[in-house]
């Protein structure tokens, strides 16, 4: 078993969408391993998505993330990066596959209801950020 980071971002809180998003998150086989809800601070949010400084998307990118509680969830799947994934589909959800999380649910390439960890070093990062103490990473 291995690890992955998801958070339900705004849009998903807004639009009422968590439940939703957990039972499919759990009926594709992932365990919960720790979960809570944040209003993300503007540094923070910036830090997190500090690789996409820079890009013509980086401002209007931290001001979504911002405008509104997000979920932070730790997933416990086989290759949990590779097939988180793959069930929320491709970032823009137009080109996401159908029956994707972000194909069924997500509005555009910004407001794309979730986010998932892109590999096995980023995802330790990204919990051991937003879960500093917990003991199960090693
Ligand atoms: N994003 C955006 N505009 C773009 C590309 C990305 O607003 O043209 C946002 C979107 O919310 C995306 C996040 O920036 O999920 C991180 O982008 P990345 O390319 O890493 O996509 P992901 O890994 O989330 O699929
Ligand atoms: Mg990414």
Known sequence: MSLTLAILKPDCVRRRLIGKAIAFIEKHGFGIVCL??????????????????????????????????????????EKAVQ??????GATDPQKAAEGTLR???????????????????NAKKEIAFFFPTMEIIK
């Open 36 to 77: 809570k809800m944040v209003r993300l601070q503007r540094d923070e949010a910036g830090a997190f998505y500090n690789v996409h400084t820079g890009k013509e998307y980086f401002e209007p990118l931290l001001k979504f993330m911002t405008s509104g509680h997000s979920v932070l969830l730790v997933l416990e799947h």
């Open 103 to 121: 194909r069924m649910y997500a509005e555009n390439v910004r407001e794309n209801i979730v986010h998932g960890s892109d590999s096995d070093e």
């Open 83 to 88: 097939h988180f994934r793959k069930i929320i």
